[in-house]
């Protein structure tokens, strides 16, 4: 608790400084985990070949990635050719969505989704950057989040929340991480299921429907952690390896 409290409270000093005090700011999350895993700021952006690092620690690059990964896969196969790499990933475990006027600047008091995030959630995101799991030097960093989601009433919709703009994602407190290293440490990421399996039971233990679901899926295949069972009318069978 107290390393979190001290990376909170450099991340936001930091961000008034570059930002100024009183304005949304708008890399709070990111900001914060910056100084979690590395306090000295002196190993903060730094100029890696074609790139900037987010930050140095233990002789390893740490990127912290708050986004999706397709847009990342570049940059961090570009860096695993020269270096060891740990990719952060915040999850969301609990979020509290704060709504701003954005002519008055008042917030509303917030309210607590009731969705709880999960490791299992990173999983279509993993998908982009599979081939990564197979160098060495690469390490992924899964870390469960409290966040005060800020949105501005700038929507459409009567309520004007549909499509509003999000203005920053601020960390309240960090839970349980979780390091793989390699394609079989995402057996982790899989949960209890009974064997064999369909892509329905899948999609509902883990929550990941749709295309989420089966990038998900289609990720733990090839990366050998299950493998087809066969078939149950139409449905494919899968099984844990």
Known sequence: MERFEAALEAGLRQLEQREG??????????????FYFQPDAAYHEVKTGNYVADCVADDRIVEIQTGRFYAMRGK??????????????PIQRRRRLIWINPETGERSPGRL??????????????????????????????????????????????????RATRVDRLPTAVGDELIIEGRAGLAALLPELAQPFTK????????????NGFNALKLLDTSHVVQR?????????????
């Open 21 to 34: 005090i009183g304005r949304l700011k708008e890399h709070g999350l990111h900001a914060v985990l910056k």
């Open 113 to 162: 989704s009731p969705k709880i995030g999960r490791f299992s959630d990173a999983l279509p995101e993993l998908y982009w950057v599979a081939d990564a799991f197979d160098n060495p030097f690469f390490r992924l960093h899964l870390l469960l989040v409290d966040v005060d989601e800020h949105k501005l009433l700038n929507g459409y919709g009567i309520y004007k929340k549909l």
């Open 200 to 211: 329905k039971d899948f999609e509902k233990a883990t929550g990941l429907k749709g295309r």
């Open 76 to 89: 961090l196969l570009a860096l695993l050719a020269d270096f060891a790499v740990t990719v952060v990933y």
């Open 229 to 241: 069972a066969g078939k149950k009318g139409n449905a494919i069978l899968y099984e844990k390896v």
